[in-house]
């Protein structure tokens, strides 16, 4: 399975790159499992859980989804100004 993942903002600067592919090993793994993985990688990444929103394949989606081989998943994190 290969999951392509988009980051942004602070995100993207924490992990580094902008896009990433990513094969989990686990067959029903899910968004906020995903996360975790990402979490336990970059650590600093911690700071956004509980704030961060995601998207699944343009649309956004729930940290219960499954993930299926060929999903697009963005991670944005919190977003303020005026």
């Known amino acids: 399975m290969n999951i392509r993942i988009k980051f942004f903002a602070g995100v993207a600067d924490v992990v580094g790159h902008s896009e990433l592919v990513f094969s989990p090993a686990e067959k029903s793994l899910t968004i906020a499992g995903l996360w975790q993985r990402l979490c336990d990688g970059y650590p600093p990444l911690g ?8 998207a699944r394949n343009h649309r956004f989606a729930r940290p219960d989804d499954v993930l299926v081989d060929g999903d697009e998943i963005a991670f944005f994190p919190p977003v303020s100004g005026g």
């Open 47 to 54: 700071a956004y859980s509980g704030r961060i929103l995601s």
